[in-house]
């Protein structure tokens, strides 16, 4: 298992547990361990997916069952884009905030101690984002 370092900002993405459950209602445990992954590759990658390949090796997909299951998963929850890359609209939303967060935060401690760094902070912020 990969070690997290301290400077790694996205070690975690939200996971709203009754969507996820309502989202993966009917699916076998086989579909639902293959979304994970997927979500988990797609989050570490910088929220892109590699070529289908290696998505296989990286998930697990050891017959034609898990294949079968992978497609259907690809196919509903990371639809290409107009360039033919995989995507996720929550995750990619996500990645958004905390690139977001990241700038305001580094903004905030480069300000001189003098200075008031409230001015910065959003309603957006929220120290229980971490």
Known sequence: MARKTTKDSMAWFK???TGFLLDMAGYSDAHI???VKLMITYWAGGNKL????SIKRKVGVISAESEKALSEILDEFFPKDAD???SHDELDRQLEEVKDLSARQSARAKLPRSH????LVTSHDDPDDF
């Open 15 to 17: 996971l709203p547990t």
């Open 33 to 35: 361990a293959i979304y």
């Open 50 to 53: 590699p070529e289908l390949d």
């Open 84 to 86: 033919g890359n995989y």
């Open 116 to 119: 008031s760094r409230t001015h």
